[in-house]
T-cell receptor, first 117, second 106 residues
Framework: NAGVMQNPRHLVRRRGQEARLRCSPM?????VYWYRQLPEEGLKFMVY??????IDESGMPKERFSAEFPKEGPSILRIQQVVRGDSAAYFC?????WGTGNTDTQYFGPGTRLTVL | KNEVEQSPQNLTAQEGEFITINCSYS?????LHWLQQHPGGGIVSLFM???GKKKHGRLIATINIQEKHSSLHITASHPRDSAVYIC????????FGTGTSLTVIP
């Protein structure tokens, strides 16, 4: 059973470009979480999604950031018109569906390191 | 004030020492997590606790709900334990501590 997959592992963008980060949860997991770790700072929660639904986006910046978790395919974190302050490591985690396991246990992906030039 | 506070921020230990990392939180929670972040950046979930104590190998995690406090213990520490250990809580939101950077010297 493959773990949580994220790609790309490293992404370089120029200011103003778009960044798309992908997260494939563990097989059978229907909950996905996105976290951001700014340089020299701790992890910050961004958004919690289930298939086709955003459950909690209280940690998402109000502009330029969006996330989706479609019925088929990976979860996507999209950052439009990137700025240098978006440079960070973005981690995805997944957990099992309700009633099939402990949804409080999250399995982390390796992260995507975004560098904005 | 952060919702989750960890101490110490940095810790250096000799191989074989017993290590304790503390975490205090100020919000209502449904679970507390201990995470390990390796120098390469990867994150591993070590424990999820809602009460009591859990043990996995040389790692022990305890939580006191009344005192809003958790500890992570490492027995017989080894250089490969060197990493950043992060306490996180889930309640109405997700909150993370800033991490404890542990270095174990051979």
């Amino acid at each position: 059973n493959a773990g949580v997959m994220q790609n790309p592992r490293h992404l370089v963008r120029r200011r103003g470009q778009e960044a798309r980060l992908r997260c494939s949860p563990m097989k059978g997991h229907s909950h996905v979480y996105w976290y951001r770790q700014l340089p020299e700072e701790g992890l910050k929660f961004m958004v919690y999604l289930q298939k086709e639904n955003i459950i909690d986006e209280s940690g998402m910046p109000k502009e330029r950031f969006s996330a989706e978790f479609p019925k088929e395919g990976p979860s996507i974190l999209r950052i439009q018109q990137v700025v240098r302050g978006d440079s960070a490591a973005y981690f995805c985690a997944s957990s099992p569906p309700w009633g099939t396991g402990n949804t409080d246990t999250q399995y982390f992906g390796p992260g995507t390191r975004l560098t904005v030039l | 004030k952060n919702e989750v506070e960890q101490s110490p921020q940095n810790l250096t230990a000799q191989e074989g020492e017993f290590i304790t990392i503390n975490c205090s939180y100020s919000v209502g929670i449904s679970a507390l997590h201990w995470l390990q972040q390796h120098p390469g950046g990867g994150i591993v979930s070590l424990f999820m606790l809602s009460s009591g104590k859990k043990k996995h190998g040389r790692l022990i995690a305890t939580i006191n709900i009344q005192e809003k406090h958790s500890s992570l213990h490492i027995t017989a520490s080894h250089p490969r334990d060197s990493a950043v250990y992060i306490c996180a809580v889930t309640g109405n939101q997700f909150y993370f501590g800033t991490g404890t950077s542990l270095t174990v010297i051979p």
